[in-house]
């Protein structure tokens, strides 16, 4: 089970990632939205999928895509 309990930067990179006009996205872009380095973005990235609210695919050599789970757009999109 996913954990909800998360930072308010957390839920910033949550916000991006769920605000992204495309549904899966490499942490480059993440990292574009947010003003920050693509090695910072990995590493938030990364932390929201330990927590289960993040999930993540290889795709290629080097690549990896991240989509949001159901529970990570619900805590995207509330005030708190």
Do not use: C, F
């Not at 089970?1 to 916000?15: A, D, G, K």
């Amino acid at each position: 089970m996913p954990s909800t309990e998360v930072t308010s930067i957390q839920r910033e990179y949550l916000r991006a990632l769920v605000e992204h006009p495309d549904p899966a996205v490499t942490a480059i872009e993440i990292g574009d939205a947010r003003g920050v380095s693509k090695q910072a973005a990995y590493n938030a990235l990364e932390k929201l999928v330990d927590k289960g609210l993040v999930e993540k695919k290889k795709v290629g050599s080097r690549s990896v895509i991240y989509w949001s789970t159901p529970t990570a757009r619900q805590i995207a999109r509330s005030d708190s």
